[in-house]
Every structure is written in C-alpha cells, then in structure tokens.
C-alpha cells in the first residue's frame, strides 16, 4: 500500500509545482512592475498593491522554508510529527496572511463610503468572473489544508467547513466596519469556506486525527 501511495504523492506534488510554474510564467510581468519598489523596501508601490504582495510572498518562501525546517529541528524528537506540526504551522500562517491581506486593501473611496454589504446568495458569482471565483477559493485555502494537520480538532469535513466560514465572516465584518470601500459579500464567505473544504480533502491523508 506504501509503495502504491508514495509514486501518487510524487505525482500530485509534481502537478502542483507544474501549475504553480505555469501561473508564476503567465503573471511574471506584473509581479516584475512592482520588483523594484519592492526590492528597495517602498511601503508604497509594493506592499500596497496586489502585485507587490504576491511577488514579496513568492520571494519568502524559502524564509518561510527556512523557519519551517528550524522549528522541526527544535522538535527532532518528535519524528514525522514534528515535521508535520512545524509544517502545518508555517503554512497555515504564510499561506493565508498575505491572501487576507489583500482583501484588506482599501479601494479608492475607503473611509469616505459606508460599507456595502451583499447578502443575496449567488447573485454576485457573474460579476466575479474566473479570476475573482477562483482568488475567492485560495483565500483560505492554506488554513483548511494545514490546519487539520496540525489539530486533531478540525480533522472532520464539517469543522473545516465552520472554520473556513467563520475566518471569513471575520474579514467580510472587517471590510464593512473599517469602510475599506469594498463589498461584503455572502458569495466570498461561500466562496471562501468551500476553499478551506476542498484544500482540506487535499490534505486529508496527513491529517491528524483524534485518538
């Protein structure tokens, strides 16, 4: 059974850096517009823009690598679970950080315009387009990959499912009482949630289960 599940872990993992190459090549010229603000250390023009955020997040990864090994070296003790644990920790924090981070960003009539709030099921899924649906699941797709992982808790499709609502009921509240000139929308807490469930199913043979 091992040597069955370990060519289609190879497989999936190598699926995934294929996918995540050919998106990096597709989008490399917008991220390299914001490369010398960001590179310089300007707030603004980096930071503050959703190019600027990808590219300082691609440009972490082996910081955030770096820390993940540290942390499971800390834990050489505990074997595989300490790798599990350091890795499902850093993950769950790099991976959804810089994503919320961008919802957050306020539009051009932040704190001029009260909040807008949408709460009319599938009617703002047309107005989105692929790109918009498709940021909407990897929001908190990270947090419902890694955290089962790393507790036992969660390791069950519904309690993912509450987490993932639950986050991003949190940040559609704070876009509407920060006034950040952007939509609170059910459609991105659906969208959102449904993410964290079907990153969860990726991860599902590391979970950690109770007991």
């Known amino acids: 059974m091992e040597r069955t599940a370990t060519p289609l872990r190879i497989a999936v993992v190598s699926l995934i850096l294929l996918g995540v190459a050919s998106v990096l090549y597709a989008v490399r010229q917008p991220l390299l517009m914001s490369a010398p603000r960001c590179l310089t250390g300007q707030w603004h023009g980096c930071y503050d823009t959703e190019n600027g955020v990808v590219l300082m997040t691609l440009v972490g990864l082996p910081v955030a690598a770096l820390l993940a ?7 050489s003790a ?3 679970s300490a790798w599990r644990r350091s890795v ?3 993950g769950m924090v790099y991976g959804t950080v810089p994503l919320v981070w961008l919802t957050m960003m306020p539009g051009p009539g932040a704190g001029l315009s009260t ?3 949408s709460l009319v099921p599938l009617r703002d899924l047309a107005t989105m387009g692929p790109i ?3 940021g909407n699941l990897l929001i908190l797709a ?5 955290a089962p992982m790393r507790f036992p808790a ?3 499709v519904p309690r993912i499912l509450a987490l993932g609502a639950g986050c991003s009921m949190l940040v559609e509240t704070a876009q509407y009482v920060l006034r950040l000139d952007r939509v609170s929308s059910v459609d991105d807490v659906l969208l959102n949630a449904a993410g964290a469930v079907l990153a969860g199913l990726a991860s599902r043979p590391w979970w950690r289960t109770p007991g």
């Open 154 to 156: 969660l390791a069950s």
């Open 88 to 90: 499902a920790e850093v």
């Open 69 to 75: 090994w540290a942390l499971a070296s800390y834990r």
């Open 132 to 134: 918009g649906i498709g």
């Open 142 to 146: 990270a947090l419902g990959f890694f």
């Open 115 to 117: 909040g807008r709030v």
């Open 78 to 80: 505990g074997g595989v």
